[in-house]
């Protein structure tokens, strides 16, 4: 895990932190006021970007991580190299909850990859950069289940 500022990434970091920083605004999220944007990074260059989904049933709230995923995954992405994560606060970065670690570290067992995780405020003042298995270290993944991922990727 390191601490960083924005000025210190390098350009295709920046510009996943300015991609999720942008779809701010799309969330749905009357319920929380609280909006999240996530840009990923795929194996082949593509930025996919996310928002949280609220819901009037709380617990069915998608996060804005796992919006991307989601998305990517309907474009036939599944291989992910890096994400980015910025949540409503100016001056605190936010960590993807435990749902969106564990669905990062499942693209993360398929792309055969440890997903740097860029976590920044809306300010781009304070970033952290994280791997998953840093974030979800001894996670259950497809690996134990012995699947064949080839297939997938
Ligand atoms: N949220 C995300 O989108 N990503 C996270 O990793 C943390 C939480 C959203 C879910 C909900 O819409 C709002 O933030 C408040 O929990």
């Keep these: 895990m390191k601490k960083t500022v924005y000025k210190k990434l390098n350009q295709i970091q920046k510009k996943l932190v300015c991609s999720a920083i942008k779809m701010l605004p799309t969330a749905y999220n009357p319920y929380s006021h609280f909006a999240v944007g996530a840009a990923l990074l795929s194996s082949n260059n593509k930025i996919i970007t996310g928002s949280n989904v609220e819901n009037a049933s709380y617990g069915l709230t998608i996060c804005a991580e796992r919006s991307a995923l989601v998305r990517a995954n309907a474009e036939g992405i599944r291989l992910i190299k890096k994400i980015a994560i910025v949540g409503q606060t100016a001056e605190k970065?936010?960590?993807p909850c435990g749902a969106c670690?564990?669905?990062?570290?499942?693209?993360a067992q398929i792309s055969n990859q440890n997903i740097e995780i860029i976590m920044s405020d809306t300010k781009k003042g304070k970033v952290v950069i994280a791997k998953i298995e840093e974030l979800l270290p001894l996670a259950f993944g497809p690996k134990n289940l012995k699947v064949n991922l080839k297939k997938y990727r």
């Design 93 to 95: 970065i936010t960590g």
């Design 101 to 107: 670690r564990q669905m990062i570290f499942e693209a």
